[in-house]
């Protein structure tokens, strides 16, 4: 079954600095991956998806991830952190067969003035 | 542009009551799903409907069943609210044409059971 793990809970990274949110997957076959994030009080928006046309995807507000087979991985990054930053972010992966998404647990990124 | 709207933002009932949370979107999705989302947990999928009157059961469904009568609403029902089903539940649609296809989501309902 497909299934991604997001690596740490809780980021907490100074304004303008890099932001790097860890997502691993276990597929069977070929995987959709996605980041959603989720700003206080909101529900979940679409910030990009890897559907195998390009290995770096780039989506909105300045983030775009990378997804590197041999290390079944799908990291999300921006390069300059800004305070709007905050929010909550899952990485999620398409099961097979279906249109069903599973979630990861979840990363806080917390941005420091 | 896309919308996904729930009924209620937040909502308080007692143990017992029989509780709807309601769903509506405007795209013309013909999938429709309904999630909890629990600290530390994520997201877990309840219910999922790919058109009306059909429907399958997610990860959780305990506890819970669902409604499509219409294309544009899905409905989540709480046959006898207990206090574990106090949550976050989170709506989303997509369209049927391939597993790449995002999913929208609503903003959400807050449940408190007392």
């Known amino acids: 079954a497909q299934s991604v793990t997001q690596l740490g809970s809780h980021v907490s990274v100074s304004e303008g600095a890099l932001v790097l949110l860890r997502c691993n997957y276990s597929?069977?076959?070929?995987?959709?991956l996605f980041w959603y994030v989720q700003y206080p009080n909101q529900g979940l928006q679409l910030l990009l998806k890897?559907?195998?046309?390009?290995?770096l995807v780039k989506g909105i507000n300045g983030f775009e991830a990378e997804f590197k087979k041999s290390e079944t991985s799908f990291h999300l990054t921006k390069p300059s952190a800004h305070m709007s930053d905050a929010a909550e972010y899952f990485c999620?992966?398409?099961?097979?067969?279906?249109?069903?998404?599973?979630f990861g647990a979840g990363t806080t990124v917390t941005v420091r003035a | 542009d896309v919308k996904v709207t729930q009924s209620s933002r937040y909502l308080v009932k007692r143990t017992g009551e029989k509780v709807f949370l309601e769903c509506v979107q405007d795209?013309?999705?013909?999938?429709m799903f309904w999630y909890r989302q629990d600290p530390g947990l994520g997201l877990r999928l309840i219910y999922f409907?790919?058109?009306?009157?059909?429907?399958e059961k997610g990860d959780i469904p305990e506890g819970y069943s669902v409604s499509r009568e219409k294309k544009e609403r899905f409905s989540l029902i709480l046959e006898s609210a207990s206090t574990n089903q106090t949550s976050m539940y989170l709506c989303?649609?997509?369209?049927?044409?391939?597993?790449?296809?995002?999913?929208?989501f609503g903003d959400g309902t807050r449940l408190s059971i007392l």
């Open positions: 597929s069977s076959v070929p995987p959709y």
């Open positions: 999620a992966i398409t099961r097979s067969n279906d249109y069903k998404l599973s």
């Open positions: 409907s790919y058109d009306v009157k059909m429907k």
């Open positions: 989303a649609s997509s369209q049927l044409n391939g597993a790449n296809q995002p999913q929208h």
């Open positions: 795209m013309d999705h013909e999938n």
């Open positions: 890897y559907t195998s046309a390009a290995t």
